[in-house]
């Protein structure tokens, strides 16, 4: 089983505070996906990671892929309460894919 | 472009009432398809998941099943609901050779 650990499990910050979000996993991944969802509705793609040591920005939002493609971080600078949701990072394996636990964000007006 | 389809939204059943809730996938052919249960705030459960037509894999042990009579269609299904079956169900889509899935709306089971 590849697991997949976020951290930290939840999150409460001021408007326009930065914030770092952390995947990490003992095993290699040929890619890792972030996504956002918000209370009753499915989970939304942010971006997908494929090469190790890989940085996408998405306006406010940075992430990057370990050199060793085990690993992954989501920096939100700026923090706005639009960005209120759980994060969940993924990663494919086979047909299946592996879904971290999940980091929940509040940002407080 | 690709859209999915879940339905309905929202559910209300008693215990031990059958379920079926239905996914159907539009602009893509012989997509692999995914049933999750979401418990509150938290991570995504792999209920089944299924690479073409009549092709089902369950991951867990449970009291539902699932089943791809067509193409871009899979259906969840109970024949006797339990209260702990309550949650928040995902359908997704991810094309064969991709590494990305897409997720449709949900639906909320209460089960009472």
């Known amino acids: 089983t590849q697991l997949l650990e976020q951290s930290p499990q939840f999150l409460s910050i001021q408007e326009g505070e930065n914030l770092t979000v952390y995947c990490n996993s003992s095993?290699?991944?040929?890619?890792l996906q972030w996504y956002r969802q918000e209370p009753g509705e499915g989970p939304v793609l942010l971006v997908t990671?494929?090469?190790?040591?890989e940085v996408k920005k998405l306006k406010r939002l940075t992430f990057q892929f370990g050199d060793a493609r085990k690993d992954s971080s989501l920096h939100i600078t700026a923090a706005q309460p639009g960005d209120t949701g759980l994060y969940l990072c993924?990663?494919?394996?086979?047909?299946?894919?592996?879904f971290g636990t999940g980091t929940s964000l509040t940002v407080i007006p | 472009s690709q859209t999915i389809h879940q339905w309905p939204a929202t559910l209300v059943q008693p215990v031990g009432s059958p379920l079926s809730l239905e996914c159907t996938v539009e602009?893509?052919?012989?997509?692999?398809l995914y049933w999750y249960r979401q418990a509150a705030g938290r991570g995504l459960q792999l209920l089944f998941y299924?690479?073409?037509?009549?092709?089902i894999s369950s991951e867990v042990p449970q009291n539902l099943s699932a089943s791809r009579p067509q193409d871009r269609q899979f259906i969840l299904s109970s024949k006797k609901l339990l209260l702990s079956d309550s949650g928040f169900y995902l359908c997704?889509?991810?094309?064969?050779?991709?590494?990305?899935?897409?997720f449709g709306p949900g639906t909320r089971l209460t089960v009472l």
């Open positions: 299924s690479v073409g037509i009549g092709q």
């Open positions: 993924a990663g494919p394996s086979g047909n299946q894919f592996y």
């Open positions: 095993s290699v991944f040929s890619s």
């Open positions: 602009g893509t052919s012989n997509p692999n």
């Open positions: 990671v494929v090469t190790g040591g």
């Open positions: 997704a889509w991810s094309s064969g050779t991709a590494d990305t899935q897409y």
